[in-house]
């Protein structure tokens, strides 16, 4: 018998991945069976089985390739240029919007709807809670680092903390793709135009307005 290739098996994963990606982010992890998933790839129990041994495993494998991802564009894009927070999340939301990840479902809300998913899940799978939890505290803590940076540059104020400032853009992330889970017409760039007209927020002194720096 022919020796199957890490290529084939890789692909072969890939396609399971996807394809319960899709199913789970059209009816959830619940309302979604295990021969719906079967279906939608066009495979039997068997070869399922030989990658994944449950439908947990799966859902686990989702979260963690959704997030490996995202933590892996957000490491190159920090690798560029300094760039101002708010052009950073940019970049980082372009990149796992735009990226295969997406590109695996038929309309723009497929993706931020797993998402919400993987998150709505945490609530019930504590293992499924620490997995991610660690992969969000290693995010929390390089978003910290940077703005440290920029801090001592003296382009971000001091009286804010760094890790204060790291959560509020994470939250910013996940609210970017609830609204999109949701509504499917928030576009990126519209954020981060957004975010920097808060940022330049003006102040009024005495009577006078003037731009914060």
Not at 41 to 53: E, I, K, T, W
């Amino acid at each position: 018998m022919a020796r199957v290739s890490q290529e084939h098996l890789d692909a072969r994963r890939r396609q399971i991945l996807d394809g319960a990606a899709r199913c789970f982010a059209r009816s959830g992890f619940h309302a979604t069976s295990m021969q719906d998933v079967l279906d939608e790839v066009g495979l039997s129990n068997g070869a399922f089985y030989r990658y994944f041994r449950s439908k947990d495993e799966l859902i686990a494998a989702i979260a963690t390739d959704v997030f490996t991802f995202t933590r892996l564009t957000f490491e190159n894009a920090a690798q560029a240029d300094p760039l101002p927070p708010d052009v950073l999340l940019g970049r980082i939301l372009h990149g796992v919007y735009d990226s295969r990840l997406s590109a695996a479902h038929p309309d723009r809300q497929g993706l931020p709807r797993l998402v919400v998913q993987v998150w709505a899940e945490t609530l019930r799978n504590p293992k499924l809670l620490a997995l991610l939890g660690d992969g969000d505290d290693g995010m929390r803590a390089a978003w910290a680092r940077l703005i440290q940076a920029y801090q001592e540059q003296g382009r971000i104020h001091t009286d804010v903390s760094a890790d204060q400032i790291a959560r509020t853009l994470i939250v910013v992330g996940r609210g970017f793709a609830l609204e999109n889970a949701m509504f499917g017409d928030f576009e990126v760039d519209d954020l981060i135009t957004g975010l920097r007209g808060l940022m330049a927020m003006v102040a009024v002194e005495d009577g006078q307005v003037a731009r914060r720096a």
